[in-house]
């Protein structure tokens, strides 16, 4: 898809040499043909295993069978699925017959999929392991798309795969213009409808393919692909990064089973985001409470044999590399899994920079809490404002259809306005102090920002989610929701941690920063209850709107109990 067939307002793009993920993926089919690169869990507990040349053959019919409808170069193309192996060939496959992939996150309701389908005006949608079939289903009976269903049980579709693949592979190795777009990724809609953000397999490439010597990955590697392969990140630093590295790919068969299958893998990379790795923290100490932990840790030999075991029952014995992202992770987590040997580097970026803005590895527990600093080739700035603003080959080169939007979020000099607040050392690492648009003004007329303090809160390890807020309220209060054991102890002994913790917290606050209160949700915010978008991140304005009679209550006390 030319980039001249889209209004995007923006034509500043950075000349750069980047190789195609075809190109990539031929050199491996005749170089590589039988070396493994996939492996695919079964419901039956069997695993399909996929070698360069296998996952070439099928992409090729892949092409071959989208070539059949006589779509015109460019046509957007939609995967609604969780990861598989038939998510990437089916990605090849499209980028084969020159159209362009429109993922949709696999959490996405029947409003978002039908937006996304209209708006990118995709004539044909791949569909495969979902939690749900419901909101897919609704769109499909307004609908007249063509779809395709993956090989699992219950996954709807008109076409099965395995007939949709029943042809003849394209014999051509079909290049690519890197100029030309190669797919329309839309925004997880924390706030509004989705953006769809533009990269061309410049931009987005250009990111997965220096990624390799920044994070050192080679075809030795192995990875868990669990988190969504519809963000940014999943896409960039796993899916386009394979092809460049040779690195093999591991699925989930649910997640019910993602600990057997990160075990059977034992990856070299492992990258996860806060909430899961709470969970993981949470997971060790319901068998090993802390205090004989610490304990343990403590005696020599004893401690590392203890760490080691630890990492082994996570899957992680083999890992080299842990990384976060998608949102902040509690300092207090990272200093606690660096205990046993697991030290996790944060990274930042978003969906407009190709997931490639800053990186904190190598890791260093000095600058715990940082974002790390940024890639090389990436330009990165903290304007007036305090705004991070970045420059680098891998910035979008619009939103689809949208040229105010394009205009908006790009200055003169062609920096990507992040919208995020932030402050950088004398060594370069950059530490994000916040959201522009989620700072408020309280009813003082003194603004806060949120994100500091909420950082503050998550020290706390009963804490799995949190919302500070206080529009127009006398004094900022906090939203939160406790984790999975919390939510089973007693309240009296969390209701004495959590004005502890109030207590802590509000000793470092300005005094028009101090919390009054905190509210304690007894439901989890969850993707299902639209309260987190499909990467876990908290939806401020939809939490602050549904909980507004809570969020203006007027109590008593500085611990409040809230039944959803």
């Known amino acids: 898809m ?32 039988s070396q493994h690169y996939m492996t695919q869990p079964l419901a039956n507990g069997e695993k399909r295993t996929y070698t360069w040349a296998q996952t070439a053959l099928e992409a090729r019919k892949v092409a071959a069978r989208l070539r059949t409808f006589g779509f015109e170069p460019g046509t957007r193309i939609a995967i609604l699925a969780k990861n598989s192996a038939e998510w990437v060939i089916s990605d090849l496959g499209i980028m084969m017959a020159g159209c362009v992939s429109v993922p949709i996150f696999a959490t996405a309701g029947a409003d978002t999929i039908a937006y996304v389908l209209e708006h990118a005006n995709c004539p044909l949608m791949f569909i495969g392991k979902l939690d749900s079939t419901d909101a897919v289903e609704e769109v499909l009976q307004k609908s007249n798309i063509k779809t395709v269903a993956f090989p699992y049980d219950g996954t709807p579709g008109e076409q099965a795969w395995s007939d ?35 990269h061309t397999y410049n931009t987005i490439c250009w990111a997965a393919e220096n990624s390799l010597n920044a994070l050192s990955v080679s075809d030795q590697d192995r990875v868990m692909s669990y988190l969504p392969l519809a963000h940014i990140t999943e896409r960039v630093l796993v899916e386009l990064a394979s092809f460049y590295s040779g690195m093999t790919l591991h699925f989930v068969e649910s997640l019910d089973t993602f600990t057997r299958d990160v075990k059977h893998c034992e990856p070299t990379l492992f990258i996860s985001v806060p909430r899961l790795w709470t969970k993981f923290q949470m997971g060790v100490l319901a068998k090993v409470p802390q205090k004989k932990l610490n304990f343990l840790l403590s005696i020599p030999f004893v401690g590392k044999k203890v760490a080691a075991k630890i990492r082994s029952e996570l899957g992680l014995g083999s890992a ?126 003194k603004y806060v920002t949120p994100a500091p303090i909420e950082a503050k809160i998550m020290e706390n390890p009963i804490v799995e989610q949190v919302c500070v807020t206080g529009t127009n309220l006398p004094q900022p209060i906090a939203l939160l929701v406790l984790s999975e054991d919390a939510r089973a102890q007693n309240k009296e002994e969390i209701s004495v941690s959590l004005k502890s913790t109030l207590e802590k917290v509000n000793a470092k606050l300005e005094s028009h920063q101090k919390l009054d209160r905190i ?22 304005h939809v939490i602050e709107e549904r909980f507004k009679p809570v969020i203006l209550g007027d109590y008593s006390d500085q611990i409040v109990w809230h039944s959803n």
């Open 519 to 540: 509210v304690v949700f007894l439901e989890e915010w969850s993707i299902e209850n639209d309260l987190l978008t499909p990467t876990l991140k908290v939806k401020r």
């Open 164 to 198: 949709f693949i029943k042809i003849e592979a394209m014999q051509a190795s079909p290049s690519v213009d890197m100029n030309d777009i190669m797919t329309i990724i839309y925004t997880s809609g924390s706030t509004g409808q989705p953006k769809g953000v533009v």
């Open 320 to 445: 080299r590399l842990w990384a976060s992202g998608s949102a902040p992770l509690a300092p207090a987590t990272i200093e606690w899994f660096s205990k046993i040997g697991v030290n996790i580097s944060e990274g930042w970026g978003m969906t407009e920079n190709s997931a490639y803005g800053t990186s904190s590895v190598p890791f260093r527990a000095d600058k715990i809490g940082s974002i790390g600093r940024a890639y090389e080739g990436v330009d990165l700035r903290i304007a007036e404002d305090g705004e991070i603003q970045v420059k680098s080959p891998c910035n979008m080169v619009g939103y689809y259809k949208d040229q105010e939007k394009t205009s908006g979020v790009f200055t003169n000099d062609g920096y990507l306005r992040t919208g995020d607040k932030g402050e950088i050392d004398a060594e370069g690492y950059v530490r994000i102090t916040g959201r522009l648009k989620d700072i408020f003004k309280t009813e003082k007329g």
């Open 2 to 33: 030319p980039l001249d067939n889209l209004d995007l307002g923006r034509t500043n793009m950075q000349s750069v040499n980047v190789t195609s993920p075809l190109a990539k993926l031929y050199e491996w089919e005749k170089k590589h043909p």
